[in-house]
C-alpha cells in the first residue's frame, strides 16, 4: 500500500484529517515537531510516528525517503510548506497541504518546473476554501470560455481553531490581494464591499486575500480574480481599522500575546461541525465593448461545514494523489481532477447556475 505522511497530525484540524485517513484504512504515519503530542497520539491512535524538525533540508528528506505522499496540516504554512517541498522534491515524495496563504501557493507554483523534472505532484490548498471554489470556478470558466474577470465569494462564519487563528495571526500585516491582468497586486485590507446573493438572500461581503486568487487564475487562465466572503459588521469595522493599526501587529510581543490567546479555546465541537454549512457563489463575466456589459454567468454550490469539506477534501485528495491520478507538476484541485471532483465530497450540493433550467441545469432550491 502506498505511504501517506501526515506533518501537524495533531494540531486540531490535523487529528481530524488523521483519524479520517485511519478510518478510509490508509495506515498513515504521524509526524510533527511537538515530541509530547506526537507520542501523545501515537499511543492514543496505535499509529506509526516520526518526530522531525523542519530547519535542515537533508534531515526532511532522509524522513521521507519512504513515504510516497505527505499531507501537510501544520500551520503557518509560510513556516513548514517550503521545508517540507524542498524536502519531497530531494525524496520524490508527492505533497498535498491545506494552506490557504497565497504567497505559499505562489512559491509552490515557482517549483513546477521541478516538480515535473521529479515526477512529483505539488497540490497545496486541498480545503475548504478552494476545493468548492475552484471547482466552481473550472465550472464557470467552462460555462463561459471566454471570461476575463472572475469573482468568488463564502459565506459561512464559524469559530477557527487554534491553528487557524495562529495562521491568521502570523500573517496579520499582509495586504489584500487581487489578480489583475494575469499579475497579483495588493489592496488595502477589506477594501472593497459587495452586496452578493450566496443563495439565501443578499448579504454585504467584502474582498479577502484568499488562496483562490491564485489557485482559480492558474485553474481557468482567468486574468482578473477577486474574492469575497461574508462578515458580520465588527468583523468588517477591524478589516478597515487594520491598515491604520497594523503597526501595532507587526509589534513582536503583540503577536506573541494574541497567539497566546488564540491557544486558549479549541475548534468547534462535532455537533456544531455536524449542523454547520457553507454557501459558494461565482461571477464570471466577459469585458464589454464600449459602454455596454459584457457576457455574466452565476454559479453557486453549497457545502457542509467549511471542517467538514477541510477534512474530507484533503484526505480525498491525498487518496488521488497516492493513486496516481494527479499529473506530475503545481496542480490546483479542479486542475488536477476537474470541475466535478468537489461532488466526490460527501453533502456537497451545485452547481446551480442562474439561468432558466432545463434538463442539463438542476433546479436551484437556494434560489427559490
Known amino acids: 500500500m502506498p505511504t501517506l505522511l501526515i506533518y501537524g497530525s495533531y494540531g486540531f484540524v490535523g487529528g481530524l484529517i488523521t483519524e479520517e485517513a485511519i478510518d478510509r484504512g490508509l495506515d498513515p504515519i504521524l509526524a510533527g515537531r511537538d515530541r509530547e503530542q506526537l507520542r501523545e497520539q501515537v499511543a492514543d491512535l496505535e499509529q506509526p510516528g516520526r518526530r522531525f524538525s523542519l530547519e535542515d533540508p537533508v534531515t526532511v528528506a532522509t524522513a521521507l525517503e519512504d513515504v510516497d505522499c505527505v499531507l501537510n496540516c501544520a500551520g503557518p504554512f509560510s513556516n513548514t510548506a517550503e521545508p517540507l517541498v524542498k524536502g519531497c ?45 475552484d ?54 485590507t477589506g477594501w472593497k464591499t459587495r452586496e452578493i446573493d450566496f443563495g439565501r438572500g443578499e448579504r454585504p461581503a467584502v474582498t479577502m486575500p484568499m488562496g483562490d486568487v491564485s489557485t482559480a487564475h492558474y485553474t481557468t487562465g482567468i486574468p482578473n480574480v477577486e474574492m469575497y466572503a461574508v462578515m458580520p459588521q465588527p468583523a468588517r469595522t477591524a478589516l478597515r481599522l487594520h491598515r491604520y493599526l497594523s503597526p501595532v501587529f507587526e509589534s513582536k510581543p503583540v503577536r506573541w500575546t494574541l497567539k497566546q490567546l488564540a491557544g486558549v479555546r479549541d475548534g468547534p465541537s462535532e455537533r456544531a461541525r455536524e449542523r454547520g454549512s457553507a454557501y459558494v457563489w461565482g461571477e464570471a463575466r466577459t469585458e464589454g465593448e464600449g459602454d455596454g456589459e459584457g457576457e455574466r454567468v452565476i454559479s453557486r454550490l453549497r457545502t457542509p461545514d467549511p471542517y467538514v469539506v477541510t477534512v474530507d477534501g484533503a484526505v480525498t485528495v491525498a487518496e488521488r494523489v497516492l493513486a496516481g491520478d494527479a499529473d506530475a507538476g503545481f496542480q490546483t484541485p479542479a486542475g488536477a481532477f476537474g470541475a466535478d471532483f468537489v461532488f466526490e465530497l460527501e453533502g456537497v450540493e451545485g452547481f446551480f447556475d442562474e439561468e432558466t433550467p432545463d434538463e442539463t441545469s438542476p433546479v436551484n432550491p437556494l434560489l427559490q
Open 135 to 188: 471547482c466552481l470556478a473550472a465550472h464557470l470558466a467552462d460555462r463561459l470560455p471566454e471570461a476575463t474577470h472572475l469573482a468568488l465569494g463564502v459565506d459561512s462564519f464559524r469559530v477557527p481553531s487554534i491553528g487557524t487563528l495562529r495562521t491568521v495571526i502570523e500573517g496579520a500585516d499582509t495586504e489584500n490581494a487581487v489578480r489583475r491582468d494575469g499579475n497579483l497586486e495588493s489592496a488595502p
Open 89 to 133: 522534491l530531494r525524496s520524490e515524495t508527492d505533497y498535498v497541504d491545506i494552506t490557504g496563504e497565497i504567497p505559499v501557493i505562489e512559491s509552490i507554483h515557482d517549483r513546477d518546473e521541478e516538480a515535473t523534472e521529479a515526477g512529483i505532484t505539488l497540490l497545496p490548498a486541498a480545503a475548504l476554501s478552494t476545493i468548492p471554489m
